[in-house]
C-alpha cells in the first residue's frame, strides 16, 4: 500500500530531499507546504488524510509545536512526525504531549524505520487511531 505523506519545511532543499528519499521507498508525498500557516490552510482540503505528517519544528511566520498546539493537536487522526535541530525542543515537545520527534540530523534509513513504524502503529483508515509509541522511545 502506498502512504501518503505532508511535508511541512521552511527550507524547499529539505523538502525536496525528503520527498526523492520517501519516494524512493514507495512513499506518495501529495502534499508539501513552506511554512505553518500553510499546514493549517491545506489540511482544511485533504482529498485523502495524509498517514504522516513530517512537521518542521522552526519555520517563518508559527512553528510546528504552535501548529500542533493551536490546530492539528485538535484532530488526533493526524500522525505528526515533528523534525527540529535542536535537542532542546524535544524537551518542549514532551510538554506539549506531541507523541512523535526526530532530531534532524537525517540518518535517512533510520528516518525511514521511524515513519514506518509510526504508519504501522495506525489503522489507516479516515481515523488513524491512537498509537502506543511515546517521543522517548523514537527518538533514542
Known amino acids: 500500500?502506498?502512504?501518503?505523506?505532508?511535508?511541512?519545511?521552511?527550507?524547499?532543499?529539505?523538502?525536496?530531499?525528503?520527498?526523492?528519499?520517501?519516494?524512493?521507498?514507495?512513499?506518495?508525498?501529495?502534499?508539501?507546504?513552506?511554512?505553518?500557516?500553510?499546514?493549517?490552510?491545506?489540511?482544511?482540503?485533504?482529498?485523502?488524510?495524509?498517514d504522516i505528517?513530517?512537521?518542521?519544528?522552526?519555520?517563518?511566520?508559527?512553528?510546528?509545536?504552535?501548529?500542533?498546539k493551536d490546530y492539528l493537536g485538535l484532530h488526533p487522526e493526524y500522525n505528526i512526525l515533528l523534525l527540529a535541530t535542536e535537542p532542546s525542543v524535544k524537551h518542549r515537545a514532551l510538554k506539549a504531549s506531541i507523541k512523535y520527534f526526530y532530531e534532524k540530523e537525517v540518518n535517512f534509513k533510520q528516518l525511514e524505520n521511524v515513519i514506518e513504524d509510526i504508519i504501522s502503529k495506525s489503522n489507516n483508515t479516515l481515523k488513524f487511531g491512537h498509537l502506543s509509541r511515546n517521543i522517548n522511545s523514537l527518538s533514542q
Do not use: A, C, H
Request: no cysteine.
Open 1 to 50: 500500500m502506498v502512504n501518503i505523506v505532508l511535508i511541512d519545511d521552511d527550507e524547499e532543499d529539505i523538502v525536496l530531499l525528503l520527498t526523492q528519499f520517501l519516494s524512493k521507498y514507495g512513499y506518495r508525498v501529495d502534499y508539501k507546504t513552506y511554512n505553518g500557516r500553510k499546514v493549517v490552510s491545506i489540511s482544511k482540503e485533504f482529498r485523502e488524510y495524509p
Open 53 to 68: 505528517i513530517l512537521l518542521d519544528y522552526q519555520m517563518p511566520l508559527v512553528d510546528g509545536l504552535k501548529v500542533i
